[in-house]
Nanobody
Framework: QVQLVESGGGLVQAGGSLRLSCAAS????????MSWFRQAPGKEREFVAA????????YYADSVKGRFTLSRDNPKNTVYLQMNNLKPEDTAVYYC?????????????????????WGQGTQVTVSS
């Protein structure tokens, strides 16, 4: 079992910044990918960013590339999503997720069905 707890959401004006945190506990040694997804009202949950628990650079959705930065602190079992230059279209509930299976095919980390554990979500609202 892996438990994920997100924090850091809130209301911000367009152009502003927020940092989301996701703290993992439990069988963290089993984690291969830690990722963020988001879901806006009336839309499907979509991939935002992913990072291998050990090694490699993060992966990003095209919509956030250059604005969002995903990092990890392994001793704290925590990943951080720094979101800069936020836009109204970034408004969504953001979910942290953990994948306990490794994969190497292109874009496999973006497939939400792969993820075994999810956090409760944190609301991000960007006003225009």
């Amino acid at each position: 079992q892996v438990q994920l707890v997100e924090s850091g959401g809130g209301l911000v004006q367009a152009g502003g910044s927020l940092r989301l945190s996701c703290a993992a506990s439990g069988r963290t040694f089993s984690i291969y990918f830690m990722s963020w997804f988001r879901q806006a009202p009336g839309k499907e949950r979509e991939f935002v960013a992913a990072i291998r628990w050990s090694g490699d650079s993060p992966y990003y959705a095209d919509s956030v590339k250059g604005r969002f930065t995903l990092s990890r602190d392994n001793p704290k079992n925590t990943v951080y999503l720094q979101m800069n230059n936020l836009k109204p279209e970034d408004t969504a509930v953001y979910y942290c997720a953990a994948d306990l299976q490794n994969c190497f095919s292109s874009g496999c980390y973006a497939q939400r069905h792969r993820y075994d554990y999810w956090g409760q979500g944190t609301q991000v609202t960007v006003s225009s």
